[in-house]
């Protein structure tokens, strides 16, 4: 373990030659996790990376996470990539531009948050992509916040029993032109759909289900 990096800070290696480059060069390589059989045994200079399975063609990058057995869809010497079992790569949040999309064989589930009825809700766009379904109890202020651009989000409210609730909207460009007025009737839901541009939040509405 830790075979010929001599001088690296902060490793954690488990399995034979885990981090041990073959030919004795291997150094210098600092705060590198490796787990399985000559696991991040190429790995000569890179730092934060992570290894787990044997193997895996990393030399001098940092910053990447290898997760199966002698992974190759990798740049030897890239950074911020991610790769799973060589069907899934490319770079992480903070890399360099993909030269591929990221490819994912099934559906992805988000959890959707469901904030609590309140005259004033807060939607966290660092927190969710859905926030479903938000019951109106009273009059409502919205606030979004942690907006990242590139990011959508989808808001549905419902309105309680009684009805006739009303929901005030921070900026937004709607596409109708102007903000538009939550469905009144008892058990309505009505859908809210924004994307940030990075400059403005452009906004659709779908009412009345």
């Known amino acids: 373990m830790l075979a010929a990096n001599t001088t690296g800070n902060g490793n954690t290696a488990v399995g034979d030659f885990a981090l041990g480059h ?7 390589t600092d705060y590198n996790t490796a ?5 991040g045994n190429a790995l000569t200079t890179g730092t934060n990376d992570i290894f787990l399975g044997n193997g895996g063609n990393i030399t001098t990058g940092s910053n990447n996470i290898l997760i199966g057995n002698s992974l190759t869809n990798t740049t030897a010497t890239g950074s911020f990539q991610f790769d799973i079992g060589d069907t899934i790569y490319g770079p ?9 999309p990221i490819t994912v064989a099934y559906g992805l589930v988000q959890t959707p948050q469901t904030p609590a009825p309140s005259t004033a809700v807060t939607f966290n766009w660092a927190q969710a ?13 919205v606030t979004f916040t942690n907006k990242t651009a590139g990011q959508h989000i989808t ?3 419902l309105q309680a029993a009684g009805g006739g609730k ?3 909207w921070p900026t937004v460009r709607w596409l109708s032109g102007s903000a538009p007025t939550m469905t009144a ?25």
């Open 35 to 39: 787990v399985g059989v000559s696991a």
């Open 129 to 141: 992509n859905n926030f479903i379904p938000t019951v109106l109890t009273a009059n409502t202020t």
């Open 166 to 168: 009303t929901v005030t």
């Open 185 to 209: 009737t008892d058990n309505a839901k009505d859908r809210y759909d924004f994307y940030y541009d990075g400059v403005d939040v452009l906004g659709v509405a779908l009412q009345g289900f």
């Open 92 to 100: 992480l949040v903070g890399g360099s531009a993909p030269t591929s």
């Open 22 to 28: 073959f030919n004795d060069t291997g150094s210098g």
């Open 155 to 157: 808001v549905i409210f």
